[in-house]
């Protein structure tokens, strides 16, 4: 709820002061007894929209998890590939955003980002998809050690690579789960250069089209 109203408001404005005076007229709404709004959590992110934009997609990951893990574990075959390319992706996205939130008390998505390490760094979770992804850990870009929590991926060496497809397939495919539907919005977000562009190109989050190199 907190991520799709702040999301709904950047598509109206990005303005700071507008932003801010929103979110300061619903804190004083619901201080003055209306009951709707006190049972609504509200939170003024503030973060840079590129930032905001990841935390946006690997929530609604975090949403489709269930449903992608009931998929990687039927027979590897390029389906399967694609949705474990789903997998990488978003845990590249998760250690991009996580080496800008270090300090607790200043990062303004720590707990949506504990909330998403909670969920995937066990050792249960990750064993389960580098056995069903063909996946290994590795170190992300230009990092020194590997994370100590929710690793980068790269092929395992007993790989065997599969016939591509293109990342429209996973919109039809995945798109016929209702659980699923309920929570993917239809975007794009083939690189961080294009998530800047997202909120600025589409205004209603309307295209969801994922593709992979």
């Known amino acids: 709820m907190m991520i799709w109203l ?40 503030n973060i840079e ?30 389906n399967v590939e694609l949705y474990c390319k789903h997998i990488k992706e978003n845990f590249r996205y998760y250690n991009i955003i996580k080496k800008k939130c270090t300090i607790k008390k200043e990062c303004k998505y720590h ?6 390490k ?11 998809i580098y056995k069903n992804c063909r996946y290994k850990k590795t170190l992300c870009k ?3 050690n590997l994370s100590n929590d929710i690793p980068c991926l790269e ?32 975007e794009n977000y083939d690189n961080l250069e294009y998530l800047q562009k997202i909120a600025s190109t589409y205004s209603d989050n309307k295209i969801y089209n994922i593709k992979y190199d």
């Open 6 to 45: 702040y999301n709904r408001v950047l598509n109206i404005t990005t303005s700071k002061n507008i932003i801010n005076n929103f979110y300061e007229a619903l804190e004083l709404t619901a201080e003055s007894g209306n009951p709707l709004l006190k049972k609504c959590l509200t939170k003024n992110f």
């Open 49 to 78: 929209n590129n930032i905001f934009n990841i935390l946006k997609f690997i929530y609604e990951f975090l949403h489709l998890y269930p449903d992608i893990k009931n998929k990687i574990s039927e027979k590897y075959d390029e």
């Open 111 to 116: 707990t949506e980002l504990m909330n998403f």
């Open 118 to 128: 909670n969920q995937f760094s066990s050792a249960e979770v990750l064993d389960f």
């Open 142 to 144: 230009n990092d020194t």
């Open 155 to 186: 092929k395992s060496d007993n790989f065997v690579k599969i016939t591509k497809q293109d990342g429209s397939w996973l919109r039809t495919k995945i798109g016929k789960e209702k659980s699923i539907q309920k929570h993917m919005n239809k």
